[in-house]
């Protein structure tokens, strides 16, 4: 190096030193032909003077762009150095190590003073010293030494400069070295704590899949816990337990939602020892840990998780002062921070603004000078909250936000910290594809590029959840920029990610995939978009019936032992299950609107409605408007029930909708979506054009070939039987339940009328309808069967896998669905339940037909669906409380209907049950109670005398559709 290339680098280090914080980026890139392995070398040099000189501030600010520097320029200066420095300089550190303890205030200087010395190659030159030098010194010294190794791991594990991780992988080598002496048997508690400190160096390894080091992480930490046990090392036991929660909290092999509560077990382990009075500091950073599980916990609700991680940051900053501990305040701080921008309960631009607050406390004391990585850190999550600040203008907060990554970009290299780089870059790519100012094309295209260069880094094999969320970003710029090919192939390679990780979830179980399934339902709305904007109908509708009762069909499947990659349906497969006079309305509901796809036989392609903003949200006010009514003040939801139904139909458009249908078609399949689920659309008022004739009327007046439900397409294709027998199709056997909990008089006459139609008929009465008797019955049926049940039946809204149908030992309805689920057959239940030759279940019990609404799926969770699971091709369900006398009406007559002559489908039945009860007035009531052949004289006479006081003959009791559109039949 020449005097004027030695100026010309000194130079450039006064610039770097004196120039405003933040600028030292755009100063290197000036100057990008004086930055290479010279200049590290300077830099180093000069530090080192600088040091001697007292002049720390300057020295650690060239040491820390050295160390920045050294990631891309190590390689060079390290070719300059032969094996034997290192040797050297090793046995020398070594020894120095030993001699003080290992006293880092002794060993940095050293370190520092030979950075460029300090990376890979020391790592191989440490293990060439075990195996040359180790053997030549007597026992004692070679523990002596080894114990020196184990200190000076420690020490280079927590080096702030020189290459991150090269100082890893010493350390790493170092304790590998340790462990080939320290063996568990001779030297128990030297094993368990290297196995901890290999532990924690394999969780921060930067080199190799980071999966695989956090795997070597956890076995290490769990080998420890074999010598560490609460009673006799305590402290040692809790510090492994914290170290090891946090390894699981990062784990990416396994199941998130699995590893997120191994994490919190072990948090809570940590805290039994670690308590405040005994142990403050480290019950504080239990706390914060416990605090950031729960922000990231995928079970349990959210809103509840959030506020116990803010009461846990809360706690930690009891003694987490700025006074007493600055760095452990600052990073709670930003912990609290994070909660408190995705916190749900109080007002949200409120809890913003205590992030945005909470952020800038970090960065009083996490400056750059200082803590360069945890504030870069810092900034992006300060870009984060900005980018959904409420509070201010939009176009400031999103500016804001893209300074803020781009302050944190300027800090991380790709070397040393490659996912947290990638992480802001994801970010980034996201702001710049909402941003308002600049010109949109320049902003799609910066948005593009971020994306793409996170998923350099964001791969599937590495980090897959990652590699989805920045799929998604680059899916919704590529959209915004209308290049669909990319935004479609971008989704599609999202969905393939998304859907692999649910096929790995084992642990979690139904719940966990429920969870993905809620986290990712927007990828799949947006690739539906995109289908529908590429004018591809029909991968729209299939994407959609991919996302629709998932996990029921996933349990068809693994039940039935059909094949997995069978798990989608084509559009061809959803036309065969029409006939030729048939339809399927299929809703969809997205972040803005909702759109019905509209199959028949002849469909070459689904033709497909959609809906205006504001339908969309007058369809959501309809809905938390009518579901409040139905929980907390249900008279007034029967007083509304028929005014409600009149509006429903015009939100939903139902006249422009069945306007698009074929004039032969005769029966509809309807296939609803979330909350419309709960409504009867078969009792929607539509108009309708035969042979240029317009009919008024309900959709079942409107279609003499039924209407049916099905949660989705494919829940239809698979609850099919394929080629019935004859006794299949028509069966003549009886299983019921009556009246269990003895408080259904009308009941009573409802089952003993149905049961003289059938032989043999099985009925459990009264008080033995138990759950065991029913179980019992059940497993004996051998032969093709119906099943009804009459009964008190009550949908949870608030648990809905703990719905019921009351069986006896219930006093009432109010008894039903107790925690041991002893009186009562619960949803969970009846899944256990084998009814595979049974072709119809009918349910005549209150809100049978009701599903979960609370998630943003389509999954269903509600009988229903555990009778379709169990076998059943077919079942009648309803989604009120209906009447006790109404229903028993009704039930004998669709039966009288069900097994006349020309056995009617199901729908058919129902549907010609449920026009006669809404037409029949007082006389004809009574003249066909006087001539039912199912009806005894005793019960002929119970059900007149309802009638004969103060009805008129012509007044039609059950005109109106609280009293028979309850009833909906699901299936086949």
Avoid at 210 to 227: D, H, W
């Amino acid at each position: 190096m020449d005097d004027r290339q030695l100026e010309a680098y000194l130079n450039l280090m006064r610039s770097l030193l004196n120039c405003p914080s933040g600028e030292e980026a755009q100063i290197l890139e000036a100057n990008s032909e004086l930055v290479d392995a010279g200049l590290v070398q300077v830099m180093l040099e000069e530090a080192n003077n600088l040091r001697i000189d007292n002049n720390l501030d300057d020295a650690n600010s060239l040491m820390t762009l050295a160390g920045h520097l050294m990631g891309t320029y190590g390689n060079a200066m390290v070719e300059k150095a032969s094996p034997s420095t290192y040797l050297t300089f090793l046995t020398e550190v070594l020894q120095v190590t030993a001699d003080s303890k290992g006293d880092r205030n002794v060993i940095y200087p050293l370190l520092r003073d030979n950075l460029n010395l300090v990376n890979d190659n020391l790592a191989v030159a440490l293990q060439n010293w075990v195996r040359e030098t180790l053997p030549k010194l007597d026992e004692k010294k070679q523990i002596y030494m080894i114990r020196a190794i184990g200190s000076f791991s420690n020490a280079i594990q927590e080096f702030s400069l020189g290459s991150r991780a090269s100082n890893l992988e010493i350390a790493i080598a170092g304790y590998e070295v340790a462990l080939t002496v320290f063996n568990r048997q001779e030297y128990t508690k030297e094993w368990a704590a290297t196995q901890n400190n290999w532990a924690t160096a394999y969780r921060y390894r930067i080199k190799g899949k980071k999966a695989e080091n956090l795997e070597m992480a956890i076995s290490a930490y769990q080998a420890s816990l074999e010598v560490y046990n609460c009673e006799e090392f305590r402290f040692e036991w809790a510090k492994a337990q914290n170290n090891l929660g946090s390894a699981y909290l990062d784990r990416i092999t396994g199941e998130k939602p699995h590893n997120i509560e191994m994490a919190i077990a072990a948090y809570r382990e940590a805290l039994k020892v670690h308590t405040r009075e005994a142990f403050p500091k480290d019950w504080a950073a239990a706390q914060n840990n416990l605090g950031m599980a729960y922000s990231n916990r995928i079970r349990g609700e959210k809103v509840d998780n959030l506020e116990r991680a803010i009461a846990a940051y809360r706690k930690a900053l009891k003694v987490h002062t700025r006074k007493a501990f600055p760095k452990d305040w600052a990073t709670t701080q930003n912990n609290l921070a994070n909660a408190y921008s995705n916190r749900i309960r109080g007002e949200k631009v409120d809890n913003l603004e205590r992030a945005i607050a909470a952020y800038r406390k970090a960065l009083k004391v996490h400056t750059r000078e200082e803590f360069p990585f945890v504030w870069a850190l810092i900034q992006n999550n300060f870009g984060a909250v900005y980018t959904n600040r409420i509070r201010g203008e939009k176009a400031d907060n999103l500016d804001m936000a893209i300074s803020a990554f781009q302050a944190a970009l300027a800090v991380y290299t790709h070397e040393l910290l490659p996912f947290e780089l990638a992480q802001t870059q994801n970010n980034l790519g996201a702001v710049y594809t909402n941003r308002i100012r600049g010109e949109k094309a320049d902003n799609l295209e910066m948005a593009i590029s971020a994306c793409q260069a996170a998923l350099s880094v964001r791969t599937r094999e590495e980090v897959p959840i990652n590699h989805a969320e920045t799929l998604y970003n680059l899916g919704l710029a590529y959209q915004d920029n209308s290049q669909l090919p990319e935004a479609y192939k971008s989704f599609q390679t999202a969905i393939e990610t998304v859907e692999s990780m649910r096929s790995e979830i084992i642990i979690g179980g139904e719940a966990d995939r429920q969870k993905l399934a809620e986290e990712w339902n927007k990828l799949y709305q947006q690739m539906v978009k995109v289908c529908l904007e590429m004018e591809n109908k029909t991968a729209a509708l299939e994407f959609i019936e991919r996302t629709k009762t998932r996990n029921l069909v996933e349990l068809f499947h693994n039940a039935r032992s059909l094949p997995q990659n069978l798990q989608r349906i084509s559009f061809e497969e959803i036309r065969s299950l029409l006939g030729e006079d048939e339809a399927i309305l299929e809703w969809y509901i997205t972040f803005n609107g909702f759109k019905v796809f509209i199959i028949t036989h002849d469909s070459t392609q689904p033709d497909v409605w959609q809906s205006s903003d504001a339908d969309w949200e007058a369809l959501i006010d309809f809905a938390i408007e009518y579901i409040d009514d139905y929980i907390y003040q249900n008279d007034n939801w029967e007083k509304q029930l028929e005014i409600r139904l009149g509006k429903l139909a015009k939100i939903l458009h139902i006249d422009e909708i069945i306007s698009r249908l074929p004039e032969n078609c005769q029966r509809l399949i309807l296939v609803p979506f979330r909350y419309l689920h709960l409504l009867p659309l078969h009792a929607l008022t539509s108009r309708r054009l035969k042979q240029n004739i317009e009919e008024t009327g309900c959709l079942l007046d409107l279609f003499p070939g039924g209407v049916r439900y099905t949660p989705s397409c494919q829940l239809l294709q698979l609850s099919q039987r394929v080629n019935p027998t004859g006794e299949e199709s028509s069966p003549t056997r009886l299983f019921a339940i009556q009246n269990p909990t003895e408080d259904l008089d009308f009941t009573d006459i409802e089952v003993e009328a149905i049961a003289k139609s059938f032989n043999p008929a099985e009925v459990l009465i009264r008080e033995k309808a138990t759950k065991a008797a029913l179980q019992q019955q059940i497993e004996g049926l051998q032969n093709p069967y119906i099943a009804h049940f009459a009964c008190h039946g009550s949908f949870n809204f608030t648990n809905p896998r703990k719905s019921a149908l009351i069986l006896a030992g219930a006093k009432s309805a109010t008894d039903n669905v107790n925690s041991d689920g002893i009186t009562d057959l619960t949803l969970e239940e009846i899944f256990n339940l084998r009814l595979s030759k049974c072709s119809l279940v009918t349910l005549s019990a209150c809100e049978t037909g009701l599903t979960d609404i609370r998630d943003s799926t389509d999954e269903y969770i509600g009988l229903p669906s555990g009778f379709l699971y169990a076998g059943v091709t077919s079942i009648i369900s309803t989604l009120w409380a209906v009447n006790d006398v109404s229903t028993a009406i009704l039930m004998i007559r669709f039966y009288e209907l069900f097994l006349s002559e020309t056995r009617p489908p199901v729908a058919i039945a129902l549907r010609e049950s449920q026009l006669w009860l809404r037409s029949l007035t007082v006389k004809a009531l009574l003249e066909w109670v006087e001539g039912s052949k199912l009806l005894s004289s005793e019960h002929k006479g119970v059900i007149k005398k309802e009638y004969k006081r103060g009805y008129k003959q012509d007044y039609q009791p059950y005109e109106k559709p609280l009293y028979w559109a309850a009833f909906c039949a699901t299936g086949q």
